[in-house]
């Protein structure tokens, strides 16, 4: 199976939010706005190809065809805790949408993702999944939520992330090549502790004020 591209959003709007959430000094009530509304306009921009179909429906004046989302709503799922802040702004955009939630921690000796909750729809299999994590690091707990959501049958799944290291995008694509990434910014590498340089910081630590 070939590998799936890497979607890069350079979106005016989305570089901006970007550099403003990288400023060390910005306040957690800052960070987890400008989350929120990134994730709104990635959002836009991964549901870009979602299928329509046309129906009948009457405007005041006249009745008509007209285009609608066709199939199931989609699923958003986003990995815990960090994941959490593309939601609000998601679901402002797709309201109707199924969440699931993927719990997972990583591992401060292995740096391995360590499973602790998973809850999903039980047809995700006819649903377009949104995957989503602001950081795509060393790739282990993409990957590991990847294998969660195929092992209830998810088939359809697309990845968002804010920032990515080359390091986690060589590992996502190797283990996952059927799942399309989209990116705000690439950053240049991971540094001995496993996080993006120049990177942000902790995304779960900066949007909950935790350390």
């Known amino acids: 199976m070939t590998k799936q591209s890497v979607n890069l959003v350079n979106h ?5 939010k970007l550099s403003l959430m990288r400023d060390k000094d910005r306040s957690t009530k800052g960070f987890r706005e ?4 990134i994730g709104m306009l990635l959002c836009y921009e991964v549901t870009r190809d979602l299928p329509l179909e046309m129906v009948d429906i009457e405007t005041p004046v ?23 802040g593309f939601l609000d702004g998601m679901l402002a955009l797709v309201p109707s949408a199924r969440v699931a939630h993927i719990g997972l921690y990583r591992d401060p000796e292995t740096l391995q993702a360590v499973e602790y909750f998973f809850k999903a729809p ?6 377009i999944v949104i995957l989503l994590d602001p950081m ?3 790739g ?18 697309r990845f968002v992330c804010l920032l990515a290291a080359p390091e986690g995008i060589a590992r996502f ?23 993006i340089v120049p990177g942000l910081g902790d995304a779960g630590d ?6």
């Open 12 to 16: 005016p709007l989305v570089q901006h």
């Open 34 to 37: 400008l989350l929120n509304e």
């Open 62 to 84: 006249a009745a008509m065809k007209a285009p609608k989302i066709a199939g199931k709503k989609l699923t958003l799922a986003p990995i815990l805790r960090a994941g959490v």
């Open 122 to 127: 039980q047809d995700v299999l006819e649903r």
């Open 136 to 138: 795509l690091a060393t």
């Open 140 to 157: 282990n707990s993409a990957c590991a939520a990847v294998s969660l959501l195929k092992s209830r049958g998810a088939r359809d799944i």
């Open 173 to 195: 694509q190797d283990e996952c090549p059927d799942v399309p990434i989209w990116t705000a910014a690439i950053d240049e590498r991971l540094n001995d502790h496993g996080y």
């Open 206 to 211: 900066r949007m909950f004020g935790t350390r």
